[in-house]
């Protein structure tokens, strides 16, 4: 049994800046558990630029991303295992992970930062009709096969959804020659940031289909096409618009599912929206002592938030390894009328830090406000002169509001047009 | 290449006679025109063994279905098969198919079905609690199990294999000539040449008895489709349940499947491409909207995959198998039109043709054949002392391939250099759930071409989703 103060599960952009901040933070000894064969992520293969804008104020590729954090890393005593995949987390806090050098291996931790990410929503996710041929994959799959492998997926291509990996992967694919035919979007909106629209799809002049799905793929062996089709407003495919469309290729950029197996098997509830833990200003969740960062509390747009959040993690475990903890009264947090939810779900009372709270609204607004409330008094109002599904918000609440907010009221935010 | 027996097609029907004549002193040849074995109405279907009350009293349906139900856990216990007796309930819900539980519970009883009970709202809330407040009644029959069709088939074929059965895939039989004592096949694997021949290519055994001549039947392909649901729908319900029958079979079900998820399904349409296994939007709408009637609470938004197979549906009257010698030529054996309950049945079908065509040759049994298929490693369901040991003895098995179904390297190297080894991606998916899980493969999938590729010497380009033109990616970038 080895035995640890803090266990980061998952060494990506999550698990290094939670495991650095602690450490910055006094924590002595620290492992970080990596099931990749490197630190780094999905950073790793996120090869364009765009990465760091809001936390180095410089635009840096996605390993460059990574690397800035793994030197940081490599210059600390924390240690690291990689290809290391962890199998259970008991009650005590002791993880149990397996590698092909160590062979099974025990920690008991004090505090645990869960950091494990997300996955893609596969093909059965949404039921798209007809062949199980070869050629449909997930857009993140297709681009560890052309950024890391050196091969190509596809030459004629259909992306199904506008998040920002099927833009990144619509782009990508054009400039290895292959031919993008289009990119289908179920909503009458966008789901990728306006800045990856602009320079993925409209530069490299590939077409972006709203209210559009695909129905149905066609292709004994290999894909030879799909039926795509105009959706209703109640996202229901229109008889009689259906085309068929050529392609060797459907990749899907359909939504991402924190991957929350671990909390969940650690018995740690879930917030139905976001699919992620319960938390608390630091990231704690409602286990005393683990705490949850990055894309598995909620998926993020930007790895800049990751780090943020991730970072409130890092000193959230050192503070509760020093026993610096809160009095576990809270406030809970609410998003309403157009607003879909709120991380953190709850803050403690006596909180020592302003606390932002981030979220993602319902639809598109133009010209609307966001209106923070406690029961019928208003907080704050801030005008928004857009905002859309896609992108997280976020509005910041002082310590000294928050310890003033009446007992047994929930402090909610709303959209108001 | 000369054998005593070819049996054409490596269904579970194929496999399990295959395994059975290679109890012989016999040279046998298991002749597969797909890239892997279980590939056709094996690879999907419903998947449960059936305690014998739909076929009709003395039909060759009813008295395979009840022997092989008999035989399954047996068969599997030795092929090291998960088998479950979980029972299964056709549920009613109007006095008008309460009456027909009475129907079946007669038919059952004169095919020899054991322990059947017609149960009341009450009995069937007990056993099934979350059954739907609609239902009215229930016949239970506690000898229906479930089991992997393809898991049946790959162990069949492993053990056959290790018994001296030549197990060769990719090798389509394109005609048929007889000279009287031994039949010559040409194969897209060259000519073979065999004194008998058990045809049991599925959907396509009517094009192979056509090439001896015998056009006594054709088959109709009968297309179903279904929902594969997430495990955690599996806690909702414990046994398999049926609607009541109608003309087209027996309806949509809901079921555990041996795995641990919960499969819905199937529809039942005929066809007329036999190699047509697109699921359609309105199959799928189908399921959906009747699926979930038994027990309300499960949700297929929970689906992870939905596919459909084939089933091999004679236009005979009779609407029976097809078993036994053709009248054309008695050296050429049919095992056609396995439908439903095919797989039930299979164990008996496999040992009844074996000891029909040793009968014919007066071939003797052998005093070396093992019926053991050693147990493949499931790291999966082992406990933490058992993993410690299993990595200690080989580090491979420390390191997880497939996070979502928790399959480790070993297994995979397991699975293709197994007699009858994975040679695509679905090969190794089939043999290890690799891929089978929620993510689909999202993650493993490239892991799992990439030691494909450096097992089998390939290029990873050259490596299929399950053969042909399947391929995973095309050339190198520039």
Redesign the interface.
């Known amino acids: 049994m080895l035995n640890y103060d803090l266990a980061v599960i998952g060494g990506g952009p999550a698990g290094m800046a939670a495991a650095l901040e602690a450490k910055e933070n006094g924590v002595e000894k620290i492992i970080i558990l990596e099931?990749a064969a490197v630190l780094g992520g999905i950073l790793e293969q996120c090869i364009h630029a765009g990465f760091g804008l809001h936390y180095f104020k410089e635009e840096l590729s996605g390993p460059e991303y990574a690397h800035r954090f793994i030197e940081l890393v490599e210059k600390t005593d924390i240690d690291v295992k990689v290809?290391t995949?962890v199998?259970t987390i008991e009650d005590n806090n002791i993880i149990?992970a397996?590698?092909?050098?160590?062979?099974?291996i025990q920690i008991k931790a004090k505090a645990i930062i869960l950091a494990m990410g997300c996955?893609?929503r596969?093909?059965?996710?949404i039921?798209i009709?007809?062949?199980?041929?070869?050629g449909i994959?997930?857009a993140?799959?297709a681009q560890?096969?052309?950024n890391i492998?050196?091969?190509?997926?596809?030459?004629k291509i259909v992306i199904l959804g506008s998040g920002d990996i099927g833009l990144i992967m619509a782009r990508r694919m054009s400039l290895?020659?292959a031919k993008v035919q289009m990119v289908c979007e179920l909503q009458p909106y966008s789901n990728g940031l306006t800045r990856n629209i602009v320079q993925c799809l409209d530069d490299m002049g590939i077409p972006l289909k709203l209210s559009c799905t695909v129905?149905?793929a066609?292709g004994?062996?290999?894909l030879e096409g799909v039926t795509i089709a105009d959706v209703d407003e109640r996202l229901c495919?229109i008889p009689g618009t259906e085309k068929f469309v050529e392609c060797d290729t459907l990749l899907l950029s359909i939504g991402l599912i924190p991957e929350n197996?671990l909390t969940r098997m650690a018995g740690i509830s879930l917030d139905r929206i976001t699919n992620g833990a319960v938390v608390d200003e630091y990231r704690q969740t409602e286990r005393e002592g683990i705490f949850a960062c990055g894309n598995v509390l909620q998926v993020h747009d930007l790895v800049d938030y990751v780090t943020i959040e991730s970072k409130l993690a890092g000193k959230g475990a050192a503070k509760y390894i020093k026993g610096e903890s809160f009095g576990g009264d809270y406030v809970e947090t609410k998003g309403t009328d157009g607003v879909r939810y709120i991380v953190p779900q709850k803050i403690n009372r006596d909180t020592d830090c302003d606390v932002n709270l981030y979220f993602r609204v319902g639809s598109v607004y133009k010209g609307a406000k966001l209106v923070v409330k406690c029961g019928d008094n208003v907080i704050m109002t801030k005008k928004r002169p857009r905002m859309c599904p896609s992108e997280m918000e976020t509005v910041t609440i002082k310590k000294d509001i928050i310890s003033s907010l009446p007992d047994g009221e929930a402090l909610t935010v709303s959209v108001e047009e | 290449m000369q054998f005593d027996v070819a049996v054409i097609g490596a269904g579970v029907t194929g496999a399990l006679t295959a395994r059975e004549l290679s109890r012989y002193s016999l040279k046998v040849a298991l002749l597969e025109k797909c890239s892997d074995v279980a590939m056709g109405a094996t690879r999907a279907n419903s998947a449960i063994v059936h305690a014998g009350f739909d076929a009709a009293n003395g039909t060759l349906k009813a008295k395979f279905n009840v022997e092989g139900t008999a035989l399954m856990p047996s068969v599997c216990e030795e092929l090291n098969v998960p088998y479950k007796n979980i029972g299964s309930l056709v549920v009613a819900y109007s006095e008008k198919e309460v009456e027909t539980l009475d129907i079946l519970y007669h038919r059952g009883y004169k095919n020899g079905v054991p322990d059947m009970k017609v149960l009341n709202r009450r009995e069937l809330k007990e056993l099934e609690p979350g059954i739907s407040d609609s239902a009215l009644a229930a016949l239970w029959a506690p000898t229906a199990g479930i089991v992997c069709p393809y898991e049946l088939t790959i162990a069949a074929c492993n053990n056959a294999a290790v018994n001296g059965t030549q197990v060769l895939r990719e090798c389509e039989v394109k005609s048929i000539a007889d000279d009287g004592e031994y039949f010559t096949l040409e194969t897209t694997k060259g000519e073979i040449r065999a004194k008998y021949i058990v045809n049991a290519a599925g959907v396509h055994s009517d094009d192979v008895a056509r090439m001896i001549g015998d056009d006594s039947f054709n088959i109709i392909p009968r297309k179903g489709e279904y929902?594969?649901l997430d495990k955690c729908e599996s806690e909702k319900l414990s046994h398999i349940l049926f609607k009541c029958p109608s003309e087209m079979g027996k309806g949509i079900l809901l079921t555990p499947t041996v795995d641990g998820n919960v499969l819905a399904g199937p529809t039942s349409v005929d066809i007329d491409d036999k190699?047509d296994?697109?699921?359609?939007?309105e199959?799928?709408a189908m399921v959906s909207a009747n699926a979930c009637k038994a027990i309300p609470s499960i949700s297929l938004r929970s689906?992870?995959?939905?596919?459909s197979g084939i089933r091999a549906h004679t236009d005979r009257e009779e609407n029976d198998f097809i078993i036994g010698p053709s009248e054309k030529n008695g050296r050429f054996i049919n095992a056609a039109g396995i439908e439903s309950p095919g797989l039930s049945s299979a164990p008996a079908i496999g040992k009844y043709l074996a000891d029909l065509v040793a009968k014919l040759t007066g071939a003797e049994k052998k005093q070396d054949f093992d019926p053991v298929r050693p147990a493949p490693v499931r790291f999966r369901e082992m406990d933490?002392e058992q993993?410690?040991a299993l990595?200690?003895k080989d580090?491979?098995y420390?390191?997880?391939i497939c996070?979502?179904e928790?399959v480790t390297?070993g297994e995979i190297l397991d699975a293709i250099h197994s007699p009858v080894g994975a040679v695509d991606m679905d090969g190794v998916k089939r043999r290890t759930r690799a891929g089978m899980g929620?993510?689909?493969?999202?993650?493993c999938?490239?892991k799992v071409v990439?030691i494909l590729a450096r097992e089998l010497g390939k290029d990873?380009?050259e490596i299929?989703?399950?053969?042909?033109?399947?391929?995973?990616?095309?050339?190198?970038?520039?």
């Open positions: 099931r290809d995949m199998l149990t397996t590698n092909n050098t160590d062979g099974l996955r893609e596969p093909r059965g996710a039921n009709a007809g062949s199980r041929c070869s994959m997930t993140g799959t560890k096969y052309v492998d050196g091969y190509m997926p596809g030459h290895e020659g129905v149905a066609h004994k062996e290999r495919p197996e | 929902y594969l190699d296994v697109d699921t359609t939007q199959g799928l689906a992870i995959t939905s596919f933490t993993r410690k990595i200690e580090k491979r420390g390191r997880i996070r979502c928790t390297e929620r993510c689909q493969s999202g993650f999938g490239s990439e990873i380009n299929t989703k399950f053969g042909g033109k399947s391929c995973i990616v095309y050339e190198r970038t520039k």
